[in-house]
């Protein structure tokens, strides 16, 4: 009986290092601290996945636009304005995941879902916003006297830069640059964005690359671009500016209603 009563104790009792394999970290300290910091970091890590989502979300849907409907009427992407976008997107992603979590713990508690209201309304209006100024954009600049005329579409035929690429181009380039500066959550549960200066350097050269190619005084070549006519220039300017505070302005808005 002694024996089997010792068999018994030895294989309830709990041995070193248990606690280690059941949770995946563990804390020395008897104090409360690894429990904030623990919390901190959830919810950073919590508010930066949500971020990303919207942001893919909104990249995704402009340029699903961009290479089925205007695809149609002709217009597409060269190869070098496609890997600029693609290289800048990837780094600004990369400066996202790396923010950092405020010490001061909030007493406002981050949203859950995606699906949550907050975010769902942010997302559709956002991309009205982003339809409406590409569907005026592209009409602008595809009324343009100094547009060819273009009657019978090839779809196969192979890259030529036009005014209507170059409008279409700058505008949803300039639209996933917006996605970034406007969704990006920030405070009270990961650092602002003017603290993370990786990512405002990085999304403030991509815009002023952008509006320098609108105004002509980049060569267009750079980017598989033409000049734009004066008039065009201030439409398409225009609608960049209109567009990223309009986004700003209506995400901001969700904030404080939800």
């Known amino acids: 009986a002694t024996s089997l009563m010792d ?47 919207m942001m893919l979300a909104l990249n995704c849907l402009v340029t699903a636009y ?67 100024a590409l569907v005026f954009v592209h009409g602008a600049a595809a009324a343009h006297p100094t547009a060819p005329l273009v009657e019978n579409v090839d779809l196969d035929a192979p890259f030529e830069a036009g005014l209507v690429n170059t409008a279409v181009f700058l505008l949803s380039a300039n639209m996933q640059i917006a996605n970034f500066a406007v969704n990006y959550q920030g405070r009270p549960f990961m650092e602002g964005i003017t603290e993370n200066r990786p990512l405002v350097v990085a999304l403030g050269a991509c815009a002023a690359v952008l509006y320098l190619s609108a105004a002509n005084l980049i060569p267009p070549d750079l980017l598989e671009l033409v000049a734009l006519p004066n008039d065009l220039q201030l439409t398409v300017m225009g609608a960049m500016a209109a567009d990223a505070v309009g986004c700003l302005v209506w995400d901001r808005l969700m904030r404080l209603l939800f």
């Open 66 to 132: 961009s290479l089925s409907v205007l695809y149609v009427d002709g217009v597409r992407m060269g190869d070098t304005q496609m890997t600029v976008m693609g290289i800048c997107i990837a780094m600004c992603f990369f400066f996202i995941s790396r923010a950092k979590p405020v010490q001061e713990l909030s007493s406002e508690r981050p949203q859950s879902s995606i699906f949550a209201r907050r975010f769902l309304l942010s997302l559709l209006g956002q991309f009205a916003l982003h339809l409406s």
């Open 7 to 53: 068999a018994l104790e030895d294989t309830t009792l709990v041995q070193l290092g248990d606690a280690s394999i059941a949770s995946p970290f563990t804390a020395k300290s008897d104090q409360i601290p690894p429990l904030l910091d623990l919390v901190r970091q959830g919810r950073c890590t919590l508010v930066t996945t949500l971020q990303m989502y």
